[in-house]
């Protein structure tokens, strides 16, 4: 089985660097992705990593370690539009035809002035 | 861009009335999810399909069935709408592998 683990809060100011963690139990898995969330809206796709290393999307950057089952997100230069539930995501290896993914629980960022 | 349409931002129907959700996506995806999302309680997959005609239960199927005919859309029924299906639901898409494109989502309110 798996089970992802993540902060269920964490608080920043405009402008810092913020780093949010994902670790996990899993048998075995294809990737990690990182999805946001702003209140009311749908989820939306941040980012994947297929490979072990540090991708990165503009302010994002998304980090994979199989080693230590360990992942974060990582946001610079915050923005007071980042405030948001930021979700991180597995999918599994094993019968998963289908790219089914397993999520975390969340982690509601909030940005203050 | 990858767009993934859901057929009504906000539903109202009353217990017993069969509901039809409805997901497009224009990217020819092969899968495409059905998920519900609660408050405390995460997002929960209720079925996905990786193929036209193709389906599987996900993690919370009972009171829900799901239609794929064509590639492009994935609909989800509920036979009998109950006030415990009260959700905000999502529907997704991916190509093999990297991440899922989600809809805006359908507010569904069962009075």
């Known amino acids: 089985g798996q089970s992802l683990e993540q902060p269920s809060e964490v608080t920043a100011v405009e402008g810092a660097i913020v780093q949010i963690n994902c670790t996990y139990q899993?048998?075995?898995?294809?990737?990690l992705s990182w999805y946001q969330q702003h209140d009311g809206g749908a989820p939306t796709f941040l980012s994947y990593n297929g490979l072990d290393g540090l991708e990165e999307t503009g302010r994002f950057s998304s980090f994979l370690s199989r080693s230590d089952s360990y992942g974060y997100l990582l946001l610079q230069e915050l923005q007071m539009k980042d405030s948001a539930s930021y979700f991180c995501a597995v999918r599994p290896a094993e019968n998963n035809a289908g790219n089914m993914l397993t999520f975390g629980g969340g982690t509601r960022l909030m940005v203050k002035p | 861009d990858v767009k993934v349409t859901q057929s009504s931002r906000y539903l109202v129907k009353r217990t017993g009335e069969k509901v039809f959700l409805e997901c497009v996506q224009d990217m020819d995806h092969e899968n495409m999810f059905w998920y519900r999302q609660d408050p405390g309680l995460g997002l929960r997959l209720i079925y996905f399909?990786?193929?036209?005609?193709?389906?599987e239960k996900g993690d919370i199927p009972e009171g829900y069935s799901v239609s794929r005919e064509k590639k492009e859309r994935f609909s989800l029924i509920l036979e009998s709408a109950s006030t415990n299906q009260t959700s905000m639901y999502l529907c997704?898409?991916?190509?093999?592998?990297?991440?899922?494109?989600f809809g805006p989502g359908t507010r569904l309110t069962v009075t």
């Open positions: 899993t048998s075995g898995f294809y990737g």
């Open positions: 399909s990786y193929d036209v005609k193709m389906k």
């Open positions: 997704a898409s991916s190509p093999p592998g990297t991440g899922q494109y």
